[in-house]
């Protein structure tokens, strides 16, 4: 397979999964966020909840197993692609943009972890909401409770979502 082929082929793959990626950050974006949930409505409170909206259905997807594994990836490569082009508009050169991308993809990866544990034990969900969107400081409790119990509304719908529907960019209200 030629350079190129390898190139083009790749991108073909991963524009089948921009409708998914679109919905990511549709949900993530949804004004009911940032108005009930008092998420701050800043570059900062957006990537938090488009992060934490793509961890939860990196979940779903892992959950195919070999199957979706490529799919996985190439998800979090539309993801990377988003945030250097966001973050190259911003202004941001580019000797730093490499180390921002690995920062953010840090801490998506450290979403996926905080989130798993906190459904895979059934318990802690509030507190990985306050410090993975709040970054530590909930605005209330009443907001962190809001955002937490959608958040868990949204990842029960993720589960009972087919796979071919969710890859398609179908998926459940947040």
Do not use: C
């Not at 979403?111 to 895979?120: E, L, N, P, T, V």
């Amino acid at each position: 397979m030629s350079f190129l082929s390898r190139l083009f082929g790749r991108r073909r793959d991963t524009e089948k999964l921009r409708p998914l990626y679109e919905a990511v950050v549709a949900i993530g974006r949804d004004p009911i966020w940032y108005r009930d949930g008092q998420v701050p409505d800043t570059i900062d409170g957006r990537f938090d909840m488009i992060a934490t909206i793509l961890a939860l259905v990196l979940i779903r997807v892992e959950q195919g197993g070999a199957e979706t594994r490529a799919d996985s990836a190439l998800l979090a490569e539309l993801f990377i692609a988003d945030m250097d082009g966001n973050i190259r508009q911003l202004g941001t050169g580019d000797l730093v943009v490499g180390k921002r991308i690995g920062k953010m993809m840090g801490t998506l990866g450290g979403r996926i972890g905080a989130f798993r544990a906190a459904f895979d034990m059934g318990e802690g969900l509030e507190e990985a909401v306050s410090r993975n969107i709040f970054r530590g400081a909930p605005p209330s409790p009443d907001a962190n409770a809001f955002v937490a119990a959608r958040i868990g509304r949204f990842h029960a719908a993720l589960a009972e979502r087919l796979m071919p529907a969710i890859l398609s960019g179908d998926l459940p209200r947040a």
